[in-house]
Structures are given as structure tokens and as C-alpha cells.
């Protein structure tokens, strides 16, 4: 019963039995492509549209948790690491938990500078509020990468 | 999906794999575990920026061409287009990899090359893209895009960008170098002789890794 392969690979695997038919693949090929449109279709409401900042924030928060399950669907079923042992999964998703930390503490910290430097630099929070005399766009032999920041 | 392993079977005692994945194949997936903690930090540095930043640039404004379309306003179009491509080209790996399962040459030969097609093809749009951003006065340490309140930007938008998106379009680079090495390989039957295909699925999770940080990638700066 047990298929014992990898004749090059001293250690012992057991076989994992392929499956058949590709029915998977292309199923999930549709999941990502309709999530996608899904995406671009929300991307461009928020565009077409001008809804207040609190709508804005919901759909982008509707775009991110439609981002994950992308990321999951290519994981799971085209990186094959759902059918791999539960205990090699948790070696590789416990350790992703970091960025639950690493997100929440950066965005945070960057959210504070800003309201620290808009209460105690005004100069800084007028330059950064206020529209431009003119369009800022320069052609390059106007200005060279690099000379102006 | 899961494997069936018998019970009494003893995992750690010596001489197998308890988590029954070849040893390169683990290493591989140990490497994209750091990996993605690199590109994470490159997004979470571009979020705090951006977080601390009283108004940003607006992708729709930035990203509005089409090659061919002169100056119409196509908010999303190309990108999406690149999205596309790179999604296909996944499809055509994870089927390279199945037909590997089956040691089937002639079937890996033919996905593993539209795969490389697909990379090839990503590529070509991310150097367009990049021209025209040059053109239009963006690069590190220059960026001509009005946030979108009006006011003057600073270089962060560009110097983001052109990093992040570059980080990624190297390891797109070297997924197709990768994929070509693989391809010979499968040509002169070195996986045949081997007695199975692990190569291809080891270079195939690298491939899907690379489509999954576009996932991110394309994200950050361009939706939201």
C-alpha cells in the first residue's frame, strides 16, 4: 500500500497520490480571476465616485480581506501546502502570525508622527495641506532624477 | 485532501520525514517564509510612511495609461492586464506540476513554456511601465504626481515604488531563469532518470510565491 519514492532523498516520504484530474486547478483559477474583477470593479467605484472617507475606508477594508482569500486559494490549492501534514502547515502559518504585530505596531507608530508633527510643526502641516500653486509635473530635462527631494 | 499516514507509523525515531516533505522542498518553503517577511517589511515600511504622511499621491491619477492609447485615461487598465498575465502564468505552472506528478514530459515541456512565456510577458509590461513612469518625470528621488489634496508630494511615493515593484520584478526575473533551468532539465530527461519531478514543484511553489507577493504588490499600490 505504502509507495516509498525519492530515491535520490536519504529520508523516508510516503507517496502522495496526484490527483487525477486538473477540475481543481481551473476551479481556482476562476475564484482568483472573478475575485480580481470583484477587486477592480471596487477600485474603480471609489474612482468614479467621491463617497465619504468612512465609506472609502470600508471598501478598502472589503478589498484587503478579498486580498487574503487570494492569498489563501494560491496557497492551499496551488502551492499544494493544504495537502500537506497539518503539523508542517502550522510550521509555516504560526510563524506569519508575527505580522499581526508587525502591521498593527507600524502603521500605528506612523499614524502618531503624523499627528505629533501636525500639532507641534505647522509650517510642515500647511506645506503638506495646501494645494500646489501650479501642477508639480516636470519633465525630466526640466529636472533630473535625483537633483530635486 | 489530507494524507492518510497510518497511526503507529513512528514520525521521529530516525531515517524519515515527519513531515513527509523531501528535504529541499521544506527548505524551499523555510526560504518563502523569510521571503515573505521581506517583502512585508517593505510594505509595512511604505504603510508607515504612508500613515504618517498627511495626504498621498492617488494611484488612479498615476497609473492611468495603455500602451498604444496615447493620453486616454484608463485608470487600472494596464495593471490589470499585468495581474491577468501573472495569474494565467500560475495556472500554467500548478498544471506543469501536476503533469510532473504524472511523469508526463511532454506535458511539463509545454506548461513549463507558456509559464516562462507568461513571465516574459509580465516582464515586458513592468519595463513599459516603468518607461513611461520615466518619462513622466518618476523615479528614485523624483516624483512629479500631486497628492491628492493638491499639494506638493514628496519623492516617497516614487522611491516606493519603484523599489517594491523592482524588489518583485527581480524575483519575477529570476523565476523565469529558474523556470528556463528547469525546462532544459526536463528536455534532457534529467527528471525521467531521477524517477520523479520534484524540481518542478519546487521551482513551481517559487513561481506561485512570486504571484503571491504581486497579490500584495498590486494591492498597495494600486487599489487602495
Redesign the interface.
Known amino acids: 500500500m505504502e509507495h516509498q519514492h525519492h530515491t535520490t532523498s536519504p529520508e523516508v516520504t510516503v507517496h502522495h497520490h496526484p490527483a487525477e484530474g486538473t477540475k481543481r486547478i481551473w476551479k481556482t483559477f476562476w475564484v482568483l480571476l472573478i475575485i480580481t474583477i470583484i477587486e477592480l470593479g471596487l477600485g474603480l467605484l471609489m474612482y468614479a465616485t467621491s463617497f465619504p472617507p468612512f465609506i472609502n475606508i470600508v471598501i478598502k477594508g472589503v478589498i484587503i480581506i478579498l486580498s487574503l482569500a487570494k492569498a489563501f486559494y494560491i496557497v492551499s490549492i496551488f502551492m499544494h501546502l493544504g495537502d500537506e501534514l497539518r503539523n508542517m502547515i502550522m510550521t509555516i502559518v504560526v510563524p506569519l502570525l508575527l505580522f499581526v504585530w508587525f502591521i498593527g505596531a507600524f502603521l500605528w507608530d506612523g499614524d502618531s508622527y503624523k499627528n505629533l508633527r501636525n500639532t507641534y510643526d505647522p509650517h510642515h502641516k500647511e506645506q503638506t495641506t495646501k494645494p500646489a500653486a501650479k501642477p508639480a509635473a516636470a519633465p525630466h530635462d526640466a529636472q533630473k532624477p535625483g537633483e530635486h527631494n | ?3 492518510a ?2 497511526a503507529d507509523r513512528k514520525w521521529w525515531s530516525g ?10 522542498k ?1 527548505m524551499m ?2 526560504f518563502l ?1 523569510s521571503d ?2 521581506t517583502f ?2 517593505f510594505l ?2 511604505y ?9 498621498w499621491p492617488d494611484a ?1 491619477h498615476v497609473f492611468n495609461s495603455f500602451p498604444f492609447a496615447g493620453h486616454a485615461n484608463l ?2 487598465a494596464f495593471v ?1 492586464l499585468m ?2 498575465i501573472l ?1 494565467m502564468s ?2 500554467t ?3 506543469a ?2 503533469e510532473g ?2 511523469m508526463n514530459r511532454k506535458g511539463v515541456i509545454k506548461w513549463l513554456a507558456w509559464t516562462i512565456v507568461g513571465g516574459l510577458a509580465f516582464l515586458g509590461c513592468q519595463a513599459w511601465e516603468w518607461t513611461h513612469l ?4 518618476a ?4 516624483n ?4 491628492a ?7 516617497n511615493f516614487a522611491n516606493f515604488f519603484f523599489t517594491i515593484t523592482g524588489f518583485h520584478g527581480f524575483h519575477v526575473f529570476s523565476g523565469v531563469i529558474i523556470n528556463v533551468i528547469v525546462l532544459i532539465m526536463t528536455i534532457k530527461g534529467a527528471f525521467d532518470k ?3 519531478y ?1 524540481m518542478v ?1 519546487k521551482a ?2 517559487y513561481w ?2 512570486v ?2 507577493v504581486w ?2 504588490v ?2 498597495c499600490f ?3
Open positions: 485532501m489530507a494524507q499516514v497510518p531515517g524519515k520525514s515527519p513531515f513527509n516533505v523531501e528535504y529541499g521544506l518553503w523555510y517564509m515573505t517577511f512585508g517589511a509595512i515600511s504603510g508607515t510612511i504612508r500613515f504618517s504622511s498627511n495626504s488612479n485608470p487600472l490589470s495581474t491577468f495569474i500560475s495556472v505552472m500548478v498544471l506540476v501536476h506528478h504524472h520615466y518619462h513622466q518625470g523615479w528614485w528621488g523624483s512629479p504626481f500631486p497628492n489634496n493638491g499639494s506638493v508630494a514628496s519623492s531521477r524517477g520523479h520534484l514543484e513551481g511553489l506561485h510565491f504571484d503571491l497579490v500584495f498590486f494591492l494600486y487599489l487602495i
